[in-house]
């Protein structure tokens, strides 16, 4: 079994910071692609950054220039720094991850969610 935990939101104001942690727990061969994507309340769940086990990253237009993805392939974890928040980046942040599990089998796993607040 995988699990994905997150950790690190929380409440800020306008123009503020924050970092997201995502780390990848049990067992499992390997992890390929990690990701951050977010759901607004009345609103789908959308793709916030990707970023490949060879450090290839990519994201969302409302995100680039304020958003940094990285990762710790040694820890299994993902980050997520946000800097220059702004209300409209409200939501609850999802942590996703490719990985090849015991079964030999790649899925998708998704931790249980975050929720990021920012005041006006």
């Known amino acids: 079994q995988v699990q994905l935990v997150e950790s690190g939101g929380g409440l800020v104001q306008s123009g503020g910071s924050l970092r997201l942690s995502c780390a990848a727990s049990?067992?499992?061969?390997?992890?390929?692609?990690m990701g951050w994507h977010r759901q607004a309340p009345g609103k789908q769940r959308e793709l916030v950054a990707t970023?490949?086990?060879?450090?290839?990253?990519n994201y969302a237009e409302s995100v680039k220039g304020r958003f940094t993805i990285s990762r710790d392939n040694a820890k299994n974890t993902v980050y997520l720094q946000m800097n220059s928040l702004k209300p409209e980046d409200t939501a609850v942040y999802y942590c996703?991850?490719?990985?090849?599990?015991?079964?030999?089998?790649?899925?998708?796993?998704w931790g249980q969610g975050t929720q990021v607040t920012v005041s006006s």
């Open positions: 996703n991850a490719q990985v090849h599990n015991i079964l030999r089998v790649t899925a998708d796993y």
């Open positions: 049990g067992s499992f061969f390997s992890i390929y692609t």
């Open positions: 970023i490949s086990n060879g450090g290839s990253t």
